[in-house]
């Protein structure tokens, strides 16, 4: 499919909904739980079953489509506003969105969606809850406002009502990338799912590195940001013999204090992160075939060869044998 066939389908009769305010209230109050919420009630939206192994759904915010009543996710959401405008509820806050912009809903943010008319066309992209932490935190800059976004969206420790709202209207980057999406996604083809992943990954790369936003994020919430991103400088140079005490030493960090941040931000403690450190360290060594296994784990720090097998499966969901005979 290319750009002019997915702009022909996005014109036609599927784009389109005609349902009114009423009958999605009615819709669903048979296909979802119904929780109260400030006076009122929201409804709770499952897609347990939907992701089918992938990592992404992708669907239309249709034409002519009635108000969408307040609702949450248990996943990470992006709508891009195709064409048109989208007005969202998001709280309390009143969001607009026009042509060719973007907004990120972390897990379990209360928002509601206005009716849309002819010309208002919303792309979601749901994503897995594991997605970013398996696809994104390895390419995103520490130092980025919105990266801390981003690794707030993978800690499943909390709550979170966060979303950020990017104005992208004139840069054809992105709206080239949601288009390739579409095309993929409209046009199955081999690897059309991994290829999408890849997109979204730019996609979210370049919306980091560039983009003005507004947020209901408070930047006090990340006054800790330069402490994580030693940590993580720390644990990335020393993740063979990487030891929170000797760190905390090092830096005049209180260990106690350092423990709470680590997991606060991530979601893992500070042993977690060396041994994921060291796990991705052995998946680059086991490409070199010729290097043996228990030299591998030597190398990362591991010296227990049992254990060392034992963190990788539980890492990989292989034995390194089984990783480095799947390499080609």
């Known amino acids: ?25 009615k819709h669903f109050e048979q296909k979802f739980e119904k929780v ?11 897609h347990d079953r939907e992701f089918k192994n992938k990592n992404h759904m992708i669907s239309l915010h249709q034409r002519m489509h009635g108000k969408v009543p307040n609702h949450i996710f248990h996943y990470i959401v992006m709508t891009y506003v195709y064409s048109g405008t989208l007005t969202m509820t998001v709280e309390d806050n009143t969001v607009t969105l026009s042509q060719g912009d973007m ?5 379990h943010v209360p928002h509601s969606v206005e009716a849309t008319g002819e010309n208002d066309l919303g792309i979601n992209i749901i994503l897995n809850e594991n997605y970013f932490s398996k696809k994104f935190i390895n390419h995103l800059p520490n130092e980025q406002f919105t990266s801390q976004f981003m690794i707030e969206l993978m800690n499943n420790q909390r709550t979170h009502n966060h979303y950020l709202h990017f104005y992208t209207k004139k840069d054809h980057l992105v709206h ?29 790369t370049h919306l980091v590195r560039k983009f003005q936003y507004n947020t209901n994020l408070s930047v006090q919430l990340f006054k800790n940001q330069q402490l994580l991103s030693e940590i993580i400088h720390y644990i990335q140079l020393h993740y063979q013999d990487g030891n ?11 260990p106690s204090y350092t423990s709470k941040l680590i997991k606060q931000f991530s979601g893992k403690t500070f042993k977690q992160l060396v041994n994921e450190e ?16 228990y030299e591998i784990a030597q190398e990362v720090g591991i010296n227990n060869l049992t254990a060392f097998y034992k963190r990788f499966q539980e890492y990989s969901g292989y034995t390194p044998q089984e990783y480095r005979n799947k390499i080609e």
């Open 1 to 25: 499919m290319n750009y002019k066939e997915l702009d022909i389908l996005l014109k036609s009769a599927m784009s389109y909904s005609y349902s009114t305010d009423e009958s999605l209230y």
């Open 36 to 46: 109260p919420f400030q006076n009122d009630f929201l409804f709770v939206f499952h």
């Open 103 to 107: 907004i990120i809903f972390d897990k």
């Open 176 to 204: 080239n990338c949601i288009q390739n999406i579409l095309c993929e996604h409209y046009d199955s083809q081999m690897c059309s799912d991994d290829i999408i992943d890849n997109y979204i990954m730019i996609l979210i």
């Open 244 to 254: 929170l005490t000797t760190m905390c030493h090092q830096f005049g960090y209180d």
């Open 278 to 293: 060291r796990m991705k360290k052995t998946m680059i060594l086991l490409q070199n075939k010729e290097l043996p296994i």
